[in-house]
């Protein structure tokens, strides 16, 4: 047998098994670079330098952070959101590449010393003595999720571009040729002749039959139709729903409160005063004076004839004092005492001690149900992601929604409702949700397609999954159910008609010759005379929907509008054009307005070149799944 089997291994066909057998093994072991062999990873390419993953997940993760800090409990983290932040993301890295490259065709560098001499001037960087501090910058990056290299590429890039904008927006300015005509433009006032004819003061018109209600009744079908209504099916799955079942232990309380202690620890705080002197011989004088009863404005003028600073820092705790050796002579010194100079990379401090407030730390027992909240909140969370994935593979093996609903405890509704949650008995449909979220809901109601197997999606109301029944478009009430709110319209309707055709006389006179003043008062009505009227009139002297039309007027000219209330008709009476010169102080800001726009197009017209003459490719796949939770 052994014989026979080493015949058969030396043969072609077992050598080519073999071959066959390796290579198997070889692409399983490597099947991922298979896969990806010639697809590109980078999210985008400019000129051809990549822009990856890591770099653009890094950006959005900033901006994300960046939207949360500026909006805070308001912020919303929806799909949309992360969509609109990813794409904002990769057009803000594909313009750095832009710019970057232009500046380094040009030749444009930024030395190192400009680079820290700009950092050093950023005000959010400079602690109490007013100067930058490091401890301060490092809080920055951590809070950014930045590293200082990453850091400082960004400011050189940026000091760079700034290079480039400036010579590009230095080429603006406003001639005056320009800036008179349009500073005469927005001081111009103008005076008019005004009658207004509200629907109220329209004559009661005579009562109609119901051969006109009829025809009024098919002639407006929106006005009288019932709303599309849609017959759905709707699972919704969220963490508030999912946190009814959550159990948290005492033991997971005594636990959460000892890892998250510092969150119910308050520190003690101390009020501080502190001179600032570069001579350890003056710091030590002025500080004997200050333990001997000096006043602080006393230490003020000493401190400033030694060439430093006096200034009252306020209540702080430990963390709030930028160097460690400041926080030990601080909190080591006793209330009303002043601390020995103490040297820092900024020179020799002297503190006092005005006043002390001791900490505290609030018991387990005062924040246990503050705990359980939020450990419900976070279990659920998790919870709601695991089971998502849960009833996304039940429906695709083909449950329906009221079968998963029922299996994973997902709210539930069988509903007949228009796209304002009413039925159509005009009562308001019940929803699995809470009442914030019953708008998300009816919106991916509406959005749904019938037909369409159900598939959870995330929403604002929360995951939720839509199988649409029946449509119903709508659909023109009978009359007899609608005779009260057609004739109401149609009585409206004539008012209307009624002050629109006066108004229309009033403006055919005005036309034919006469004034708007003779003509009111031939047929009965009020006018009244409004002066200094401006584009931008807000006082409520003249109806705004007149305000543009007046302005396009000649002298003695008419204009009529529907407003609010009715309708008004309006005659040029004089147009005032001030002399620009008489305010040079208003064409001087003029002029620094016009320029700043002027530039600020100029800027704009010149990164859209640049980007356009880039070979820029953005790979759509690779942005969606950037915009994945």
Known sequence: MLTALRRLASTWVAKLLFVLLISSFAVWGIGDTIRNFGQDTAVARVGGTPIEMDEA????????????????????????????????????????????????????????????????????????????????????????????????????????????????RSGATAPEVLTRPLLQWQLEQRSAALVTLPLAAA???????????????????????????????????????????????????????ESRRNQFETPERRALAQVLVQDEEKAKAIAAAWSGGADFAAVTREAEAAGGQALELGSLDRAGLPFPQLAEAAFGTAVGSVTAPIRTDFG??????????????????????????????????????????????????????AEV????????????TDANGMDPEDKPVELPVIEAARAPLLRAIFTAEKGAAPRLAETEAGFVAVDIKEISPPALRPFESVEPLVREAFIAEARRRSQEERAAGLLAAVKGGKSLADAARESGFGVREVGAITRDQRDGAIPPEL????????????????????YAVAQLLEVTRPDPGTDAAALARLKAEVTQAMAGDLETEYVAALRNRADVRINPRLVDNLAQP
Request: cysteine-free.
């Open 57 to 168: 997940q890094a950006a959005v993760r900033r901006e994300m952070q960046r939207l949360s800090r500026q909006v805070g409990g308001q912020f919303e983290n929806d799909p949309r959101i992360r969509r609109a932040v990813a794409q904002q993301a990769i057009e803000q890295l594909v313009l750095d590449r832009v710019l970057r490259g232009e500046a380094r065709d040009l030749g444009i560098s930024v030395p190192d010393e400009a680079v820290r001499d700009f950092i050093f001037s950023i005000q959010g960087f400079r602690g109490m003595s007013g100067q930058f501090e490091r401890p301060v910058f490092e809080n920055f990056l951590r809070t950014n999720d930045m590293t200082e290299g990453t850091f400082l590429a960004l400011v050189r890039a940026d000091l760079a571009r700034q290079q480039l904008a400036l010579a590009v």
């Open 203 to 257: 004559p009661e018109p005579p009562a109609p039959e119901e051969a006109q209600l009829r025809r009024f009744h098919e002639n407006n079908p929106d006005r009288f139709s019932t709303p599309e209504y849609r017959e759905a099916s709707v699972a919704v799955l969220t963490a508030e729903r999912i946190s009814r079942e959550v159990e948290i232990s005492d033991a997971d309380i005594a636990a959460a409160y």
């Open 348 to 401: 020799w401090h002297i503190l006092k001690v005005e006043s002390a407030e001791p900490g505290a730390t609030r018991p387990l027992t005062e924040v246990r149900d503050q705990i359980r909240t939020d450990l419900t909140a976070e279990k659920a969370a998790d919870l709601a992601f695991e089971r998502a994935n849960q009833v996304e593979d039940a429906l695709a093996g083909g449950a329906t929604l």
């Open 405 to 416: 609903a029922q299996r994973f405890n997902l709210g539930f509704a069988a509903i007949r």
């Open 547 to 566: 305000l543009a039309p007046l302005f396009e007027l000649k002298a003695n000219e008419p204009t009529m509008a529907q407003t609010q209330d009715g």
